[in-house]
């Protein structure tokens, strides 16, 4: 017993703290893992490659197949008479909390599995990727989002336009400022859990994480949306809440519209501010 409680110890200080705090955070070479150096800001060459075009297509077709399972979802519990005989609404928290698990695994090695322009803009703020791929993920992520809720208006136009069509809105009884606080943590919580789930310092010490990595992101949507479907539907993802408002396109659905990319572009800074500078103590700048 007493050899096991060694071993338990020198294991948890096997890896012993190494990073400095603040700016001399990047200057140290004694550490265990490597930085990525910061993506430019604009990177021209990207565009006549086509590994770039590939990783467009990837968001595009990853987002339209999680508005298309998850819009559908929507609608199945939309159309019971009782909730009972439905998935309910943990059911739709897990349709998206799935789908997100499942494409982030399938396309993670291609584009990174953003499927999201929240996520996109907070990996841009970090420096994880430049201006121009940032702009073509967001442009393919919306476009994916509005053909796969079009999918499914295509399929059953009377249920879709009777219910809502999965169209995120303010509930009665919240205000348009629960409504943008709840967008604006939520889409932190997930962020945040992307900015951890993919880190370079815990992948270099935990061999597990870059395997299990879709598993947390998924599960993080997972909660969120059990939180925040009574208030807001749960946006956490503007292409989500673009392609539902375009194709349903009732005005009640574009009143307020704005909470659904204001809250998560402040929710995903804040986690990318509180994981670079907070937690990494990494400053954000430019590659010279």
């Given at each position: ?5 060694e ?9 012993s ?9 990047q200057g140290?070479?004694?550490k265990?893992?490597?930085?990525p150096?910061?993506?430019p800001?604009?990177e021209?060459g990207?565009?006549k490659?086509?590994?770039f075009y590939?990783a467009?297509?990837a968001?595009f077709v ?11 979802t ?5 159309k019971?008479q009782?909730k009972?005989?439905?998935?309910g609404i943990?059911?739709i928290?897990?349709?998206?909390g799935g789908?997100i ?11 990174g599995?953003h499927?999201?322009?929240?996520v996109?803009f907070?990996l ?7 201006l121009t ?10 476009l994916?989002?509005?053909?796969g ?11 879709y336009?009777?219910n809502?069509?999965g169209?995120n809105?303010?509930?009665p009884g ?12 939520g889409?932190f919580?997930l962020v945040?859990?992307?900015f ?9 010490r ?5 395997i299990?990595?879709?598993?947390p ?5 997972f ?7 009574p208030?807001?539907g ?5 292409a989500?809440s673009l ?20 809250g998560?572009?402040i929710?995903a800074?804040l986690?990318?501010?509180y994981?670079q500078?907070?937690?990494r ?8």
């Amino acid at each position: 017993m007493e050899g096991k409680e060694e071993d338990v110890r020198l294991g948890a200080n096997k890896f012993s703290e190494r990073q400095p705090i603040g700016t001399a955070a990047q200057g140290t070479d004694d550490k265990d893992y490597k930085e990525p150096p910061p993506a430019p800001l604009f990177e021209p060459g990207e565009l006549k490659s086509w590994s770039f075009y590939r990783a467009g297509i990837a968001e595009f077709v990853a987002t339209f197949l999680f508005l298309y399972i998850s819009i559908l979802t929507v609608m199945g519990v939309s159309k019971s008479q009782s909730k009972c005989a439905t998935v309910g609404i943990q059911g739709i928290a897990w349709s998206f909390g799935g789908m997100i698990f499942a494409l982030v695994y399938c396309t993670a090695g291609i584009s990174g599995g953003h499927i999201n322009p929240a996520v996109t803009f907070g990996l841009f703020l970090a420096r994880k990727l430049s201006l121009t791929r940032a702009v073509f993920y967001i442009v393919m992520q919306c476009l994916g989002a509005i053909c796969g809720a079009g999918v499914v208006k295509g399929f059953q136009q009377g249920l879709y336009m009777g219910n809502g069509g999965g169209a995120n809105v303010v509930a009665p009884g919240y205000t348009k400022g629960d409504g943008l606080g709840a967008e604006i943590v939520g889409t932190f919580v997930l962020v945040y859990t992307v900015f951890s789930a993919t880190d370079a310092k815990r992948n270099a010490r935990d061999s597990h994480v870059p395997i299990l990595a879709p598993l947390p992101i998924g599960f993080a949507v997972f909660l969120v949306h059990l939180a925040t479907i009574p208030i807001t539907g749960t946006g956490i993802n503007p292409a989500r809440s673009l392609g539902a408002a375009v194709i349903y396109n009732r005005d009640h659905a574009w009143d307020d519209h704005w909470i659904f990319w204001v809250g998560p572009f402040i929710g995903a800074a804040l986690a990318a501010i509180y994981h670079q500078v907070i937690i990494r103590a990494i400053p954000f700048k430019s590659r010279s």
